[in-house]
Structure formats: C-alpha cells, structure tokens
C-alpha cells in the first residue's frame, strides 16, 4: 500500500499525464480533418479512452483497492433519486457562472454542436451522457479524489479535484462552470460514499444539455438554421449580467438547500460521521498527520493547462 503522500502525489501526477493526452486527443481530430460523427468516435476514443485506461493503471500500480478507490458502494434508491434533486438545486450557480464566462469567451458547447448534431441522438447519448459522466466520475470522483483526501484534507481535496476538473475542458466558459459542478459532485460522493450518485447526477446535467440542444436544432428547422440564427442575434453584456444576477440571487435559495439535502443524505445512508469530516476545521487527524494537497505536479499541472487554454483560445 502507497503512503499518504506518495498516494496524493501520485494523484497528480496522474492528472498531469490525463491533461497532456486530453489536449492531445482534442487537437488531433482537427490535425487530420475529422468532423461529425468521425470527430466524436475519435474524441471517445483519444479523450475518454486515456480517462478510463490511466485511471485503472492507476489502482494497479499504487496497489490501492477497486473498490475503495472507485467508490463503488450500492446506495439506496430515494438516495439516487434525491441525488438528482441535489444537482438541479445547483443549477442556477452553473448558469450564473455560465452567463458571466460568455462575457469574456464564447459558449463552448454551442461551437462545439456543429460537428454532432447531426448524430442520431441515442448514439450522442450514450456517448456524451453514458459513457463520457462514467469515465470523468471514475478519474476524478474515484481516482483523483481518493488519492487527494489520502492527504488528510478533504475539504482541500474536494476543491482541488473541482478545480482540475474544470481546467480539464480546456476553455474558459465550461472551465469555470465545469468546476463548481465538479465540487458539488465531490461533496455528494464523500457524502454518500459511493460514485453512483455523482454518475447519475452527471448523466443529469449533460442529458439536458444534449436534450436541449437537439430541441432547439428541431424547433428552429435544423442545424444551419440554428447556427446561422444564433450567429445573427447579438446578445448585449447586460443581457449576460442580468441573467447572472438573476441566477445567483437564486443561487443564495437553492445553495443552501443543496447542503441542507446533504445532510439528509448522509442521514439516509448512516454516513453522519463522514459527513462532518467534510467541513473546514472538524477533522480528527492532526494536523502532523496530514500531508500537503498540492504538489509538484499538481503545480505542474495548473501551469500547463493555462497554457493549453491559452492555445485552444487563440489558435484552435
């Protein structure tokens, strides 16, 4: 069995190599012309693929349990149901954050819909909302997470991997957004000890996102008509910085019912004690037994994805 430090360094140094294959596995369909159906294949297989193959290498070579490390607990159905529940209670803080990111940046996943809209949408389901959630969740609710909170410092932990999982989209718009979902996600999972109730509340989040894309692609007659309607509407900044307002007023409501239904949760699975563990400054470890969250390669890692940002932003 790895050491505390060596496990929360190795997590790292884990999502160093994930970050340089993701970069990779985005710029090489466009290096060879791929579009459509061939440029999402090609992302399964150059993006989710490296996710799911690292993460497994992972547990083997740090000789940590399946198990434990995957999260793989059975939880009780209301618990899932409620799961689902808990994300939506964050959605007004995503679209906020959404909206004040479109100030500065474009809405990546509006860009990025001309290459896969034309996909029958079972298969972009399973692919996009199945296969896509499982694979994130795993690497970073599983993997990532597990080797972090090994450093005694879970709330630390939790913020950090939401951070990584957020700079892992690789612009800005769903960088920021990405993250704070990433966070909520980790909450629930230390919460109810099990990655089957981050899955079903990430399958959630991107069924409605490819759902509603589909929809406005029918409503308005098509993908080029969608597009080229999108293109010749102008959306003021205000327009932006009053939806924000709106949302995060709504936010201060939903954000705090989201920890109150945590609670529940915890409750309904008998993880009271865990639960506590998670707040700032209610850890029993001392703190000579903790070890540091951040290091070198997680350091590493922060510097490289701004860069990659960077050239995604202003070359791709």
Known sequence: MTGKNE??????????????????????????GAGGEDS????????????????????ILTHSGWKETFRFRKVKLPTLLLSILYILL??????????????????????????FLGIPYPILWIIAA???????ELTFRGAILSGLKSSGRIPAAILLQGLLFGILHLNL??????????????????TTGSIWTSFICHLTVNTVGTAALYLESSLLGGLEEALETAEAQTVSPGM?????????????????????????????????????????????????????VVTLPVVLSLILG??????RTAVL
């Open 173 to 190: 718009n769903q960088m920021v957004y990405a993250a704070a979902m990433g966070i909520a996600f980790g909450l629930l999972v230390e």
């Open 90 to 115: 964050w959605y007004p803080l995503i679209i906020a954050l959404n909206a004040l990111t479109m100030l500065v940046s474009k809405n990546a996943v509006l860009e990025a819909s001309e290459g």
């Open 306 to 311: 701004g860069i990659f940002i960077i050239i």
């Open 240 to 292: 932006f910085l009053g939806v924000a307002c709106v949302m995060l007023l709504a936010a201060c409501l939903t954000l705090p019912l989201s920890l109150l239904l945590l609670k529940a949760l915890a409750c309904l699975e008998g993880r009271e004690e865990q639960l506590r563990r998670i707040r700032p400054g209610k850890q029993e470890d001392p703190e000579e037994n903790k070890t540091r």
């Open 130 to 136: 199945v296969i896509a959630p499982l694979s994130e």
């Open 7 to 32: 496990m929360s360094q190795n997590a790292g140094w884990l999502y160093l190599v994930i970050l340089i294959l993701f970069f990779a596995g985005m710029i090489l369909p466009r290096m060879f």
């Open 40 to 59: 999402l294949y090609l992302n399964l297989i150059l993006s989710d693929g490296p996710l799911i193959i690292c993460s497994l290498l992972f547990v």
